[in-house]
């Protein structure tokens, strides 16, 4: 996965957190999510269930 996003638009921080998911997040893992959530999972519990998975905690 490549992050793409507006220069100047995001923190520091903010652009560290999507490196990192982007580091970590595979193609079959974002085609799972996204059935998941097109089944009737709530989003905020599918991406939340992944990132406490990964270890990874989004900074601001």
Known sequence: MVPL???NELT???VLSLN????ELTTGELA???REVSGGADPQRVVG???NDHQILLRG
């Not at 990192?20 to 580091?23: D, E, F, S």
Request: cysteine-free; aromatic content about 12%.
């Open 20 to 23: 990192k998911v982007a580091g």
């Open 12 to 14: 520091e921080a903010q």
């Open 49 to 51: 269930t992944w990132l």
């Open 32 to 34: 799972a999510m996204t």
């Open 5 to 7: 996003y507006r220069r």
